[in-house]
């Protein structure tokens, strides 16, 4: 059952920007959400978490200052924009909806999930 649906994946060269969307299908609204990515055969890695009151934002370091999450409650969308993408953020991307531990970088901490939208950055 989908959860959540990503979307705004796609191919583009380094440099580029792209805006990834999340909405809920089938999930209730969830105070953490979050980002993830899993490039070809590297592990599912965290890249960005908001709370709810969207006054706390987490990045990993990798995309600390290129990437910006944020949420529209009245939309109940959650976007990534990624900004001077290079290749090493070629992956397949993930939206997350979780709840309030402190480990907001385990996946384990999240029980909602998207299928997933391919960004591909490429010369």
């Known amino acids: 059952q989908v959860q959540l649906q990503e979307s705004g994946g796609g191919s583009v060269q380094p440099g580029a920007s792209l805006t990834l969307a999340c909405v809920p299908v089938s999930a209730p609204p969830r105070y953490r959400m979050a980002w993830f990515r899993q490039a070809p055969g590297k592990e599912r890695e965290f890249v960005a978490v908001?709370?709810?009151?969207?006054?706390?934002?987490y990045y990993a370091d990798s995309v600390k200052g290129r990437f910006t999450i944020s949420r529209d409650h009245a939309k109940k969308t959650t976007y990534l924009q990624m900004n001077n993408l290079t290749p090493e953020d070629t992956a397949v991307y993930y939206c997350?909806?979780?709840?309030?531990?402190?480990?907001?970088?385990?996946?384990?901490?999240?029980?909602?999930w998207g299928q997933g939208t391919q960004v591909t950055v490429s010369a």
């Open positions: 908001i709370n709810w009151n969207r006054a706390s934002t």
């Open positions: 997350a909806g979780g709840g309030y531990s402190d480990t907001y970088y385990s996946q384990d901490e999240y029980d909602n």
